[in-house]
């Protein structure tokens, strides 16, 4: 075999590389990343909880606060099954330097000991449904304090 063989062999040789590397790229990419891994496992344990996990908008909190809320807040409800169908409280409760804040009343509000996880910034309460903004950093002992939070919110409802 001659050195033009040889170089015609192996440069088809990388041609077939480079078209596999190429058909294999896009499922790579496709592939869910460490971080994605950890908040599908974080979503997944909140739900064996019975929390429900929701993509929406915060909740708007008076320009009285200065408060702006992180992005990409995710929330997390707990529903009282039990609660009475005329239950009209509603609260909006901001977290300022780890105090929970009645944004009506401008109050601290005392929650057995349980403040949840870092980085639950907003909570609400309305007709028996608790929700928490949290941005997802932590993990299982992060979402069991979380679940323990909307336990103290609902009983605050009461």
């Given at each position: 075999?001659?050195?033009?063989?040889?170089?015609?062999?192996?440069?088809?040789?990388?041609?077939?590389?480079?078209?596999?590397?190429?058909?294999?790229?896009?499922?790579?990419?496709?592939?869910?990343?460490?971080?994605?891994?950890?908040?599908?496992?974080?979503?997944?344990?909140?739900?064996?909880?019975?929390?429900?996990?929701?993509?929406?908008?915060?909740p708007d909190v008076p320009a009285r606060f200065r408060f702006e809320p992180?992005?990409?807040?995710?929330?997390?409800?707990?529903?009282?099954?039990?609660?009475?169908?005329?239950?009209?409280?509603?609260?909006?409760?901001?977290?300022?330097?780890?105090?929970?804040?009645?944004?009506f009343t401008e109050s601290v509000v005392q929650l057995s000991g349980h403040d949840g996880p870092t980085?639950?910034?907003?909570?609400?309460?309305?007709?028996?449904?608790?929700?928490?903004?949290?941005?997802?950093?932590?993990?299982?002992?992060?979402?069991?304090?979380?679940?323990?939070?909307?336990?103290?919110?609902?009983?605050?409802?009461?």
């Open positions: 075999m001659d050195l033009r063989c040889v170089v015609l062999v192996m440069i088809t040789y990388l041609i077939i590389i480079f078209i596999v590397a190429v058909a294999i790229a896009p499922l790579a990419s496709a592939l869910p990343s460490r971080a994605q891994r950890r908040e599908a496992h974080l979503r997944s344990y909140a739900s064996s909880l019975g929390l429900t996990i929701k993509f929406e908008p915060v992180s992005p990409h807040l995710v929330a997390y409800r707990l529903r009282d099954a039990n609660v009475e169908k005329d239950a009209r409280k509603e609260l909006l409760l901001i977290n300022v330097g780890g105090q929970w804040i009645d944004s980085g639950a910034e907003l909570a609400t309460v309305n007709r028996g449904v608790a929700t928490v903004f949290w941005n997802e950093r932590g993990d299982d002992d992060d979402v069991d304090r979380l679940h323990q939070l909307l336990k103290d919110l609902l009983a605050c409802e009461h």
